[in-house]
């Protein structure tokens, strides 16, 4: 309901006291702030950042971002060590690939890094979201928010 309505915190604040008195529990701002850290964990910060809009004007949205990407895929790939693979030949022994890609949904576009070397490289456990903000979806958005991040933070 909120991604489709759209609500501000203080309206969300009002729905949810509403439901608790009919005993329909939602989930709260705290809540999903923990969700948020679990994705992204504690290093995220908030910018500003230009992206382009469906019309070609440029807009100033927010983005959550890690400010250290390279430290959480070392981590990744820390973790995933004893388990990477070459899927037989078709990587090289001395290369671990990296994907970086974007994916929209629910109104979101979200930025992540994916270790290839894996058994199942688009698995959840195998993907860091590095990234996230209420943008459209596309290669100009990207180009802009990977540029930013190598500048920031690589």
């Not at 309901?1 to 759209?6: E, F, H, I, L, Q």
């Not at 456990?125 to 930013?148: T, V, W, Y």
Request: with cysteine.
């Amino acid at each position: 309901m909120k991604m489709a309505v759209g609500p501000t915190y203080s309206q969300q604040r009002e729905i949810r006291r509403v439901l608790k008195g009919r005993g329909v529990k939602i989930a709260h701002e705290g809540a999903e702030r923990k969700v948020v850290k679990e994705l992204i964990g504690d290093d995220v910060t908030v910018t500003e950042m230009l992206f382009s809009s469906a019309d070609d004007d440029l807009v100033e949205k927010q983005i959550m971002k890690p400010t250290n990407i390279s430290e959480k895929l070392t981590k990744l790939l820390e973790s995933k060590r004893e388990s990477l693979t070459w899927h037989d030949g078709a990587i090289p022994e001395n290369e671990v690939w990296v994907k970086v890609g974007g994916d929209h949904g629910q109104g979101s576009l979200k930025f992540s890094l994916a270790v290839v070397n894996t058994k199942n490289p688009n698995s959840k456990d195998n993907n860091i979201l590095i990234g996230m903000a209420n943008i459209k979806d596309s290669r100009e958005n990207m180009e802009i928010f990977f540029l930013s991040c190598q500048k920031a933070v690589w």
